[in-house]
Nanobody
Framework: QVQLVESGGGLVQPGGSLRLSCVASGSVASIFVMGWYRQTPGKRRELVASLVNGGVTNYGDSVKGRFTISRDNAENTVYLQMNSLKPEDTAIYYC???????????WGQGTQVTVSS
């Protein structure tokens, strides 16, 4: 099993920045993808960014050029640096991993990001 704990959400003005963190614990050696999704009421959860072991990254179209995902393997932590934030980035952000042990997909509890003046 893998446990995920997010932090770093909050209220920020448009154009501002935030950095989200997600610490993984448990069977961390089984993890091969870490990433972030977000969800707003009435909408499906959407990919924000993902990072595969070895360094391959993938970003949602709406955040390309503004958000950066990175990982500290020594700390079992994945980060999401969010710059040039827009009101439409307001959502609950969930940390996500894929691992080689059941149930193979894990989610954090979510952290609220609100972009508003």
């Amino acid at each position: 099993q893998v446990q995920l704990v997010e932090s770093g959400g909050g209220l920020v003005q448009p154009g501002g920045s935030l950095r989200l963190s997600c610490v993984a614990s448990g069977s961390v050696a089984s993890i091969f993808v870490m990433g972030w999704y977000r969800q707003t009421p009435g909408k499906r959860r959407e990919l924000v960014a993902s990072l595969v072991n070895g360094g391959v990254t993938n970003y949602g179209d709406s955040v390309k050029g503004r958000f950066t995902i990175s990982r500290d393997n020594a700390e079992n932590t994945v980060y999401l640096q969010m710059n040039s934030l827009k009101p439409e980035d307001t959502a609950i952000y969930y940390c996500h991993t894929r691992a080689t042990i059941a149930p193979y997909t894990y989610w954090g509890q979510g952290t609220q990001v609100t972009v508003s003046s």
